[in-house]
């Protein structure tokens, strides 16, 4: 079942002589439940194809669908609302709020439609993500690894339709970000949860089920791997 279908995407900074183009006439699609990982060196435009999908930045041409929904038809409001229901996005830096303690930054995106979270779900989940003693710590009292785990958590809370994952790996050292590649192909096998990851770090690549190099701004590979 396809869950994401990128056509003809396109994104140019500047005008004239001074336009860039970031991400250059990109078309691809996701199938339900597979780990992808796009690789490309940096400036490669990789982060801005990841921006663009997940609904952060606006396309300069092209569309994007995720569950069959045209987000690039969507007003501000309504992409604001299906991004934090049916995007799951992770960053390399964390972006949690510093005053929410663990569970409430994970829940974040529940609380902000007014809704109720689940507790059990919510109990398996920092149980999955190791998180069950550090509940109510404040984010400036975990390690980085922790804090990129309650990212996550944030990430999954409402079963997006796709997880992306900008370069999650890149602000650890090698075994905290060992525990969040493992952690990312958990929830892909266990939940079925469609994953994308922006690196640049062949090691990683390696282990998801398809690599898509960008350089340019353009796919110049896709591959399946095993």
């Avoid at 003809?8 to 860039?20: M, P, R, T």
């Avoid at 995720?66 to 409001?77: E, K, P, T, V």
């Avoid at 609302?81 to 799951?88: E, K, S």
């Avoid at 525990?179 to 090691?203: A, G, R, Y």
């Amino acid at each position: 079942m396809e869950i994401l279908r990128v056509e003809h995407l396109s994104k140019i900074y500047g005008s004239g002589e001074n336009a860039v183009k970031a991400v250059d006439d990109v078309s691809f699609t996701v199938e339900k439940g597979e780990f992808v990982a796009v690789i490309g060196a940096s400036g490669s435009g990789k982060s801005t194809l990841l921006h663009l999908i997940g609904g952060v930045d606006r396309p300069t041409s092209g569309k994007v669908f995720i569950d069959g929904r045209d987000i690039s038809a969507l007003n501000d409001d309504a992409l604001a609302i299906f991004r934090r229901r049916q995007v799951g996005i992770v960053y390399q830096f964390y972006n949690l709020i510093p005053i929410l303690d663990v569970t409430e930054n994970i829940t974040l995106p529940i609380l902000l439609d007014g809704e109720t979270p689940d507790k059990e779900k919510l109990e398996n989940l920092l149980n999955v993500l190791g998180l069950s003693e550090r509940r109510g710590n404040l984010p400036n009292q975990l390690s980085g690894g922790q804090q990129q785990r309650v990212s996550i958590g944030r990430a999954m809370i409402n079963d997006p339709a796709v997880l992306l994952a900008d370069e999650p790996t890149g602000n650890l050292d090698s075994k905290a970000g060992e525990e969040i590649v493992n952690l990312l192909k958990l929830s892909n096998k266990q939940f079925n949860q469609t994953v994308m990851v922006i690196t640049h770090d062949p090691d990683i690549a390696r282990q998801a089920g398809r690599v898509i190099t960008i350089e340019d701004g353009r796919i110049v590979k896709d591959e399946k791997l095993g």
